[in-house]
């Protein structure tokens, strides 16, 4: 019911000489996918990632965007901007923007809601650190996440919304939640959105898993059944090895 969506998070990487190679390298190994597609790269990079996936399956997302229209905000990029380069996707409240970034629940919320607005899909980011998890606070870091993410928001506005359950203690380290771990969080993710915004938003919204999902744990991960996609970071730098993760149900 609910269409997979395999993400590729390219955070800060590729020039756009490598942007073009590496989706040329891309669209014939992902043509037939059975997944919705899509590439998040960085600003810099989005024209020619544009270009390069115009008229195939590859649908081409930004890593963040500003919540403002316009206006005196040094380096920042709108929502308007990204829509006019013909990007469809924006990531939200990745952990990386969390930690470095000063990024916070309620500027995710600010940033989720002008992206909608200006007709951008949304990828908004949650999960807890290591240290939030082995102190127990797993549900309730995530929780706290996640309504506020969508603090004021309503049913009809989850349309084009996809969550990502990215615990950090996952992310870059080679260490995957286990299959159980992540369908777990993700159910309770799927509950707290089903009891604040009611049953059919919760079963209509795709939840992925993101953190180390490679070629050789996705099967697991997709087979189960909360988790409705991956966002990928660095197996989605890789030609071959996005398109492994992209095609796991070949
Ligand atoms: P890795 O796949 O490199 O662990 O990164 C996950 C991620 O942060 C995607 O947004």
């Given amino acids: 019911m609910r269409k997979p969506i395999i993400a ?4 800060m990487n590729k ?11 891309l669209l014939p ?19 020619t990632a544009v270009e390069a996936a115009k008229g195939s399956n590859v649908k081409i997302g930004a890593e963040n965007v500003h919540f403002a229209k316009s ?3 040094t380096g920042e990029i709108s929502a308007e901007m990204l829509v006019e380069l013909g990007v469809e996707y924006v990531i939200i409240g990745h952990s990386e923007r969390r930690q470095y970034f000063a990024e916070t629940d309620t500027t995710v919320n600010q940033r989720t809601i002008a992206a909608l607005e200006a007709g951008l899909k949304t990828m908004v980011c949650c999960g ?7 102190a127990g606070n797993t549900e309730k870091v995530n929780e706290r996440q996640i309504l506020g993410a969508f603090e004021g928001f309503t049913a009809d506005m989850f349309a084009n919304v996809v969550v990502a359950y990215e615990p950090v ?10 299959d159980e771990e992540a369908n777990a969080t993700v159910g309770y993710i799927r509950s707290v959105v089903a009891k604040r915004f009611g049953n059919d938003v919760a079963d209509r919204l795709r939840i992925q898993y993101g953190g ?17 996609g991956g966002l990928i970071g660095g197996a989605s730098l890789n030609a071959e090895d996005f398109s492994k993760v992209v095609n796991f149900n070949a």
Avoid: Q
Wanted: charged share 20%; net charge negative.
């Fill in 128 to 134: 807890e650190t290591l240290a939030e998890r082995e």
């Fill in 29 to 47: 190994l992902v043509a037939n996918a059975d997944c919705e597609v899509v590439l998040c790269t960085p600003f810099t990079a989005l024209a």
């Fill in 212 to 228: 180390s999902m490679n070629p050789k744990n996705v099967k697991g991960l997709m087979a189960k059944p909360e988790i409705d």
């Fill in 15 to 25: 020039t756009n000489a490598e942007t073009k190679t590496m989706i040329t390298e």
């Fill in 71 to 73: 206006g005196a905000y």
């Fill in 8 to 11: 590729g998070n390219w955070k």
């Fill in 169 to 178: 203690w996952a992310i870059g380290t080679g260490v995957t939640a286990t």
